[in-house]
């Protein structure tokens, strides 16, 4: 299954604690716990571009598998990392924060970020 397309956040959990672990500021958190974010996935063989659009923030990431890209984190840091593929999972460690994305049918993904014990867990059906 091909990742490739166009996702909206459909549901989230525990978007407030991790969003406070990960160092956030109060007045971000709470502007974004309540945007649909837009995940558009586009998908080359092995390089991948990710672009988030979270009301006026966009983050755009693009990497290949398997190889040190810089990405940005959810507070806007760069930083170097290697983006691995299993299966229909992609997984990265971002500065202490383990990111899986998984592909679960052809419509939905399912972002789960944990840092410490949270769990943050984004679920996005294709549009």
């Known amino acids: 299954m091909a990742f490739s397309g166009k996702y909206q956040l459909e549901t989230q959990e525990n978007f407030e604690p991790f969003m406070k672990a ?39 990431n693009t990497f290949t598998i398997g190889q040190e890209a810089e990405l940005e984190t959810l507070n806007g840091e760069k930083v170097k990392a290697v983006v691995r593929r299993e299966g229909n999972k992609l997984k990265v460690t971002l500065k202490g924060v383990e990111s899986v994305t998984e592909l679960v049918d052809g419509n939905t993904i399912v972002n789960t970020m944990t840092v410490g014990d949270i769990v943050y867990k984004r679920t996005s059906k294709r549009i």
């Open 22 to 60: 990960v160092g956030l500021p109060d007045d971000l958190i709470q502007k974004g716990k309540d945007i649909k974010s837009i995940s558009e996935i586009e998908e080359s063989g092995d390089k991948f571009k990710v672009t988030v659009t979270t009301g006026s923030k966009v983050l755009i």
